[in-house]
C-alpha cells in the first residue's frame, strides 16, 4: 500500500526558495544550498558544459593514483576507550547541531571574543558571513556589533544561494571554533532576501565556509585557511554527520570514531575544483543494479555539506529510483510510488519504522569512485528521519541541472552521513571512513 503522507511535502519540510540564474527548479532549489558562482566561474562554467571535462590531478599537477586505504592523514589517537579522548594537540574537536529534520548542520562560531553565533557549516562556500546589528531585515538573534577588535575594511561584498542572497560591510575580527581561534576579514550581513527565513530550526545567524579559496569573495579571506596558516594545524578537516548532531574535527580526524581505515579517493581538477571540491562519482550501485553518474559531458561531483539532498543528473535520477522501488521489502514499507518521478518534490511517508530495522531490511547504496567502492545504508544514503514520524527522500533532480550545472552529481548531507568524511587538503583527496555509532 502507498502509505506516502499528503501533508508532508516539500514545502512541510524546506521553506520555500527560490532559484536563481536558472540553475535549478524552485521546488529542487528548497535542497540546494551552493551559491551561485560569480560572473567569471559561470562564463567558464559555460565553456565547461559543452565539453568533456575531468581528470584528476595531484598538488604537484602530477596525475593523482591514491585511491586505496591510507593512514597518512593527520589522526587524533584515542586511548582505547569508549570513544576516548584524543591526544593529537592539533585536533580541533568542534560539536555539530542538526538543523531541521537533520538535513543542514551547525556549529557554534565566536566573533570578536565574545560574540557567539551559530552557523550553517557549508563546504560549498568559503567567506564567513553573519547577521549585522545594522541589518533591517535578518530577523535573528543574535547579530554582530563591531567592537574594539573589529577593523572596518569600507568595502562590501554579496552572495547569491541557490535559495537566497544576502550583502553587507566586510570587517576583520578574531574568529573562533572551538579553540581554534584567527583574524579573518569576513561579511557583516546588512542585508538579505529568502536566506535566514529558510532554516526551520529559527537557529541560524549565519554560514560559514570551509570551501577552496576561489569561491570566497572579493575582499574576505576563508577561516580554515587563515587557521592553518597561523595555528600551524594540518589542512584537514572531517566531519561526522548524524540525525540528532555531530562533530567536525580540524586539522584531521578521530580515528576512535571509525570502525575502518578511510579509503581515499582524489579531488579532481579542472575549472570546477577553483571553488569546490570535486570527485569523481562513476557509479551508484543498488541491489545489483550499477547507476552510472559520470557521463562523458559531466565527469565530476561536488562533495557539500551544505547542501540538503543528493542532487543527480534526471537519467541516473529515474534509474536510481526505480532500482530501489523494485526492492520488495522497500515497497512493503513505503508502498509502489514513493518517489517523485520528476524528482522536484521531496518524497515522504508516514512510518514508525525504526532507523535500525528500515537498515537491515533495505537495500544498502555503493558509492562507485573509480575503483573505490563506499558503502551507504538505507538511512544514511536515500532516506532522511522526519520529526520521528516520517521517512523522507534525500534524492532529487531537476530537468535544468543538465543543462545549466556541468556537474553529475552534488553528494550532500544526507548521503554523508553514511560515513566520516575527511577534506584532506593537503594531498588534494577526500576519505570516507565507515563511522561509529552516533550519540
Known amino acids: 500500500m502507498d502509505t506516502r503522507s499528503s501533508r508532508l511535502n516539500n514545502r512541510a519540510i524546506f521553506p520555500a526558495g527560490v532559484g536563481a540564474?536558472?540553475?535549478?527548479?524552485?521546488?529542487?532549489?528548497?535542497?540546494?544550498?551552493?551559491?551561485?558562482?560569480?560572473?567569471?566561474?559561470?562564463?567558464?562554467?559555460?565553456?565547461?558544459?559543452?565539453?568533456?571535462?575531468?581528470?584528476?590531478?595531484?598538488?604537484?599537477?602530477?596525475?593523482?593514483?591514491?585511491?586505496?586505504?591510507?593512514?597518512?592523514?593527520?589522526?587524533?589517537?584515542s586511548d582505547g576507550g569508549d570513544g576516548g579522548e584524543a591526544t593529537n594537540p592539533d585536533l580541533i574537536t568542534v560539536p555539530l547541531a542538526a538543523c531541521g529534520p537533520a538535513?543542514?548542520?551547525?556549529?557554534?562560531?565566536?566573533v570578536g571574543g565574545s560574540q557567539k553565533f551559530t552557523c550553517l557549516v557549508d563546504t560549498g562556500s568559503t567567506t564567513l558571513g553573519v547577521a549585522s546589528s545594522s541589518c533591517s531585515n535578518c530577523g535573528v538573534k543574535p547579530e554582530y556589533t563591531p567592537g574594539s577588535s573589529a577593523v572596518d575594511e569600507h568595502q562590501t561584498a554579496s552572495s547569491q544561494f541557490g535559495t537566497g542572497s544576502w550583502s553587507g560591510e566586510i570587517y576583520q575580527d578574531t574568529v573562533a571554533m572551538g579553540t581554534g581561534a584567527t583574524t579573518v576579514k569576513f561579511?557583516?550581513?546588512?542585508?538579505?532576501?529568502?536566506?535566514?527565513?529558510?532554516?526551520?530550526?529559527?537557529?541560524?545567524?549565519?554560514?560559514?565556509?570551509?570551501?577552496?579559496a576561489g569561491s570566497e569573495l572579493p575582499g574576505t579571506n576563508a577561516y580554515f585557511d587563515d587557521l592553518v596558516a597561523s595555528a600551524k594545524i594540518p589542512n584537514v578537516f572531517a566531519t561526522q554527520l548524524c540525525d540528532n548532531g555531530g562533530t567536525l574535527?580540524?586539522?584531521?580526524?578521530?580515528?576512535?570514531?571509525?570502525t575502518a581505515a578511510p579509503q581515499y579517493v582524489p579531488m579532481t581538477g579542472g575549472f570546477l575544483a577553483q571553488g569546490y571540491y570535486s570527485v569523481g562519482l562513476t557509479s551508484v550501485a543498488v541491489n545489483g543494479t550499477t547507476i552510472p553518474v559520470a557521463t562523458a559531458q559531466y565527469a565530476d561531483s561536488v562533495v557539500d555539506t551544505g547542501t540538503s539532498g543528493f542532487l543527480l543528473q534526471q537519467t541516473a535520477y529515474n534509474a536510481l529510483t526505480a532500482a530501489i522501488q523494485a526492492d520488495a521489502a522497500f515497497t512493503k514499507v513505503f508502498g509502489s510510488s514513493f518517489f517523485d518521478t520528476q524528482g522536484g518534490n521531496v518524497a515522504c511517508a508516514a512510518s514508525s519504522a525504526t532507523k535500525a530495522s528500515l537498515d537491515a531490511t533495505l537495500p544498502a547504496l555503493t558509492?562507485?569512485?573509480?575503483?573505490?567502492?563506499?558503502?551507504?545504508?538505507?538511512?544514511?544514503?536515500?532516506?532522511?528521519?522526519?520529526?520521528?514520524?516520517?521517512?523522507?527522500?534525500?534524492?532529487?533532480?531537476d530537468a535544468s541541472v543538465s543543462a545549466e550545472l556541468p556537474i553529475a552529481a552534488i553528494i550532500g548531507s544526507p548521503i554523508l552521513r553514511s560515513n566520516i568524511v575527511i577534506f584532506d587538503r593537503a594531498q588534494k583527496r577526500i576519505g570516507f571512513a565507515p563511522h561509529t555509532a552516533c550519540q
Not at 535542497?31 to 565547461?48: F, M
Not at 558544459?49 to 599537477?61: D, L, R, W, Y
Not at 538535513?103 to 565566536?110: E, G, L, Q, R
Open 187 to 212: 561579511t557583516a550581513i546588512t542585508s538579505q532576501s529568502q536566506f535566514f527565513q529558510l532554516f526551520q530550526c529559527g537557529e541560524v545567524e549565519g554560514v560559514i565556509g570551509f570551501g577552496p
Open 21 to 77: 540564474y536558472g540553475l535549478l527548479g524552485a521546488a529542487a532549489m528548497n535542497l540546494l544550498r551552493l551559491p551561485v558562482l560569480s560572473l567569471s566561474l559561470l562564463q567558464g562554467l559555460a565553456l565547461l558544459s559543452v565539453t568533456a571535462c575531468g581528470g584528476s590531478t595531484t598538488a604537484n599537477g602530477g596525475t593523482a593514483t591514491d585511491s586505496g586505504t591510507s593512514s597518512d592523514s593527520p589522526v587524533a589517537e
Open 367 to 397: 558509492l562507485n569512485f573509480g575503483s573505490v567502492a563506499v558503502q551507504a545504508a538505507a538511512t544514511e544514503s536515500y532516506l532522511f528521519p522526519y520529526e520521528g514520524e516520517a521517512w523522507c527522500s534525500s534524492l532529487v533532480t
Open 249 to 258: 574535527w580540524l586539522g584531521g580526524y578521530d580515528s576512535s570514531a571509525t
Open 103 to 110: 538535513v543542514v548542520y551547525t556549529a557554534p562560531v565566536t
